[in-house]
């Protein structure tokens, strides 16, 4: 598991649902778009604390609800069983999963 702090995280409480926004932090302030697919990687919703893997891992322990976007990000997610590989789709070639947990 690497160690850099490379991957944002951003935390937000809905009531009993906690979702998790997770993404490579070169990512940040890209507009995604391949066909009808749109994905705004805006800094208001992305952008919170730098954290390791370890640290995504954790966070989307608790998250009822994630959305990631980026190799790094999306890779920890599948590497620690919390999306699938064949989930994932890709926006002009950046990985994108979304998890909701039941």
């Given at each position: ?26 990512l940040i302030g890209r507009h995604l778009e ?45 590497e620690n069983s919390f999306i699938a590989a ?17």
């Amino acid at each position: 598991m690497r160690n850099q702090r490379d991957i944002y995280i951003k935390r937000y409480d809905l009531g009993p649902d906690v979702l998790v926004a997770v993404c490579d932090v070169e990512l940040i302030g890209r507009h995604l778009e391949e066909g009808e697919l749109l994905l705004q990687v805006s800094e208001s919703f992305y952008k919170g604390e730098a954290v390791t893997e370890r640290e995504v891992v954790a966070s989307l322990n608790q998250a009822t609800i994630a959305n990631l976007v980026g190799e790094r990000a999306v890779k920890c997610a599948i590497e620690n069983s919390f999306i699938a590989a064949e989930n994932v789709i890709f926006i002009e070639g950046v990985p994108h999963a979304q998890m909701v947990r039941l």
